[in-house]
């Protein structure tokens, strides 16, 4: 299979308690960040569908797990966005509860992408998920986002640096948290997401063994082409 594993993500269901997620059953990849953190445009850039994440947007639906289907027929989870200062109290702790709950519990999870707007870094809040979250022993993919507003090298510095706090803050889960500097904007650090939720999700890599094909292939004195981009 081709390595876009987010690529035509199909509406499943949407959650707002335990009681409404679905059964689980095939792999589950969750996305989840502040609000404004950028989520909902780094799950469009590895769908490649610019409306995929906006059914999240949607009135009623900012509160809720909003489940999509992959080809691969695994599911994404995409949690409510955290941190608006205007929600009442008791609806916050329902949502941090929720959420927690799901990332320390659900059976089928494999894998959390974290997306932190590069410029702010890790909130409290984001540590809170981690907390609840790295005790279960799965992987953390964090996207450091907007990295379009810092300079390249600027940007690849502010990623490693806050990997370093990441390992620093959780040192026994840290061979388990990779920071990718990343933009939905300029499709930076697509890639690398694909190749780590694809690992995540068991789908072999075609790019990785095609390239490794070509490495050990003699010479080929015809036209070579280059792997088959997306349209
Ligand atoms: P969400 O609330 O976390 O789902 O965030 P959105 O995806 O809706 O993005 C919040 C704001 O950040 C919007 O104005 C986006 O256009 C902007 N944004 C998201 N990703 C990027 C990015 O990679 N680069 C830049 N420059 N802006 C971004």
């Known amino acids: 299979m081709a390595l876009h594993p987010l690529q035509n993500a199909e509406f499943l269901t949407t959650a707002a308690h335990d009681a409404q997620l679905p059964e689980p059953s095939h ?7 502040r609000s404004n953190a950028g989520k909902s445009s780094a799950i469009n850039a ?23 289907r992959l080809r691969s027929d695994a599911l994404l989870a995409d949690l409510p966005g955290y941190g608006y200062a205007a929600v009442p109290r008791e609806l916050k702790e329902h949502w941090q509860q929720f959420l927690a709950r799901y990332v320390a519990t659900r059976q089928t999870l494999v894998g959390l992408v974290l997306v932190v707007d590069m410029r702010h870094g890790v909130a409290d809040l984001d540590r809170m998920l981690l907390d609840a979250y790295l005790p279960s022993g799965r992987p953390v993919l964090v996207l450091a986002t907007k990295s379009d507003k810092l300079t390249p090298s600027a940007a690849r510095v502010a990623a490693r640096e806050m990997e370093r706090q990441l390992h620093m803050r959780f040192p026994v889960h840290a061979s388990r948290i990779i920071v990718v500097a990343f933009s939905a904007l300029r499709h930076v650090g697509i890639e690398q997401a694909e190749t780590v939720i694809a690992q995540w999700l068991g789908i072999v890599d075609t790019r990785a063994t095609s390239a490794a094909a070509k490495e050990k292939a003699p010479p080929s004195r015809g036209v070579t082409r280059g792997p088959k981009r997306r349209s």
């Open 27 to 33: 792999p589950e990849i969750a996305f989840a960040g």
């Open 46 to 68: 590895l769908a490649n569908r610019t409306r995929l994440a906006f059914t999240s947007k949607t009135p009623g639906r900012t509160q809720h797990i909003n489940f999509f």
